[in-house]
């Protein structure tokens, strides 16, 4: 563990020590970035696999401050001794580590293994035994952010799912429309990772669209499934479309339902402007004025446009947000905040990267 890291921010108050592991990948490289302007939560220490030895800033060259560090090994005994831990792994890598880990320390798993609530949803998604749920680190999903206050364990969602169960959310809980959903969704394709896939070749992604996990086979699905129907109180269909375009971050996801009896314009932005007045990272936009991937890049927010297709009889919903930061690592820093007491929106950006 590193006891002296350079540090853009100066910290005043309490501190905590975070050891980040997967922090040559994507999404622990977020965290990381995220960490340096963090006043009190502190980069003790990064991690990960085959590029364990090596200086981070060979495999990170953004993260300046943290250049010197030495990527450590990514086991339970080398990732003891941090008050807070995240892990930023393969889905399946994190559960066994997890189990070793102190109680009392704070883990941030930005995987799926502790997502679903349901073991046999699990086993028929995943494949393999259900590893048991955490407290589901999506704060503004009704009822979720007191569970998350003084957590020691939380599963940071998907990226598709936080931006599709914060478009729907509202429209269910307030009975505006009918459970059965339609989501088409647009990533750029750092949502797949950093390791060399032959279909995230720039000449294969560059100039194309591509949709993926068609037909109801994406692992998104049921993880949608579970946070509508929690908010809707009662099982919510969903037909999920991933598509991957050429950027490197960013979701644009589309969603429709159909309107319920007596749903009209009014009513619909009412219930939004009412669910979203006191969220400080979702963005009900004004009306007319789109979402766009670039508004949120490097953001911890989401930006959200209703509209009532009166003669389709539905409502559509289209939600921005970067996979990267409120899609993880802002989502990661927002949960540990809630964990440690500390204000929510501690140091995370509201203001993305435009253009
Ligand atoms: N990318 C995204 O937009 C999002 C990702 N997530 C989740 O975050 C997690 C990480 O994803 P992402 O950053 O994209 O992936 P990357 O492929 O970019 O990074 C994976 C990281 O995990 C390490 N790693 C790989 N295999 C192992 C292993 N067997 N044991 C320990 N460490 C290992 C790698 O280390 P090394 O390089 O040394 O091998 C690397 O640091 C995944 O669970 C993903 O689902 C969640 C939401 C959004
Ligand atoms: C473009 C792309 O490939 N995206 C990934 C989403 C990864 C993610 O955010 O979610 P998990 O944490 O559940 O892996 C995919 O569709 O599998």
Not at 10 to 35: D, F, K, N, P
Not at 314 to 328: E, F, I, Y
Request: proline share 7%.
């Amino acid at each position: 563990m590193h006891d002296r890291v350079w540090s853009c921010i100066v910290s005043t108050g309490q501190t905590w020590t975070v050891g980040v592991t997967g922090a040559t990948g994507y999404a622990g490289g977020e965290v990381c970035r995220l960490l340096a302007a963090h006043p009190n939560l502190q980069l003790a220490g990064v991690h990960a696999n085959s590029s364990a030895g090596r200086r981070l800033g060979e495999l990170q060259p953004h993260l300046l401050p943290y250049a010197d560090m030495t990527v450590l090994p990514s086991d339970a005994a080398s990732l003891s001794g941090y008050d807070v831990v995240v892990l930023a792994l393969p889905h399946g890598e994190s559960a066994a580590i997890a189990a070793q880990l102190p109680e009392d320390t704070v883990v941030i798993d930005c995987g799926a293994d502790h997502r679903l609530n349901d073991p046999a949803a699990w086993a028929r998604w995943y494949g393999n035994e259900h590893a048991g749920s955490w407290p589901y680190g999506l704060p503004e999903l009704l009822g979720q952010r007191e569970k998350l206050a003084g957590a020691r364990r939380i599963a940071v969602p998907g990226c598709y799912p936080t931006s599709v169960t914060l478009a729907l959310a509202p429209a269910l809980v307030a009975g505006l429309v009918e459970p059965e959903v339609v989501v088409v969704a647009a990533s750029g394709t750092s949502g797949a990772g950093k390791s060399a896939k032959p279909h995230l070749l720039g000449s294969e992604v560059m100039g194309s669209v591509s949709a993926y996990g068609v037909g109801g086979v994406h692992r998104h699905t049921p993880e949608m499934i579970q946070n509508l129907s929690q908010a809707a109180g009662t099982s919510v269909g969903v037909s999920f479309t991933p598509t991957l375009v050429p950027m490197s971050r960013g979701i644009l996801a589309t969603s429709s339902a159909k309107l319920a009896p007596g749903t009209d314009a009014d009513s619909a932005r009412a219930a939004y402007e009412k669910a979203y007045a006191d969220e400080p990272f979702v963005h009900l936009l004004p009306e007319g004025q789109w979402p766009t991937t670039s508004q949120v890049l490097g953001a911890n927010t989401v930006a959200l446009q209703i509209a009532v297709d009166a003669d389709a009889g539905r409502l559509v919903v289209v939600a921005a947000v970067d996979n990267l930061t409120k899609g993880t690592g802002g989502a990661a820093l927002q949960c540990a905040n809630l964990a440690l007491g500390l204000p929510e929106t501690t140091g995370l950006p509201l203001v993305g990267v435009a253009p």
